[in-house]
Nanobody, 124 residues
Framework: QLQLVESGGGSVQAGGSLTLSCAAS????????MAWFRQGPGKEREFVAG????????HYEDSVKGRFTISRDIPKKTVHLQMKSLKPEDTAVYLC?????????????????WGQGTQVTVSS
């Protein structure tokens, strides 16, 4: 079992920055691939960034490449999403997710554990 709690969301102007954090509780954090998804108003949940169990491999959705950075601190059981050059289209609820079976997946259905999400609002 893994419990995930996100923090760090807020409201910023376009071009601004935010860093989201996901704190995990439970055993064997290092056995889980982690990811951030987001869900905008009236939109489906979409993959944003993922990181492998060891933290050595990362993946990004095309629209955030070069602007967002995912990282994990295994001893502290946390995952971070550093977001720069934010755009109004980045506005969404951002959710942290974990899976220990499918590896570095882009598919929300393949993640077993989810946080409740944190709201990010970017104004123009």
């Amino acid at each position: 079992q893994l419990q995930l709690v996100e923090s760090g969301g807020g409201s910023v102007q376009a071009g601004g920055s935010l860093t989201l954090s996901c704190a995990a509780s439970g055993r064997a954090f290092s056995s889980y691939s982690m990811a951030w998804f987001r869900q905008g108003p009236g939109k489906e949940r979409e993959f944003v960034a993922g990181i492998s169990k060891s933290g050595s491999i990362t993946h990004y959705e095309d629209s955030v490449k070069g602007r967002f950075t995912i990282s994990r601190d295994i001893p502290k059981k946390t995952v971070h999403l550093q977001m720069k050059s934010l755009k109004p289209e980045d506005t969404a609820v951002y959710l942290c997710a974990a899976n220990n079976f499918y590896g570095d997946s882009f598919l929300a259905d393949e993640y077993d554990y989810w946080g409740q999400g944190t709201q990010v609002t970017v104004s123009s």
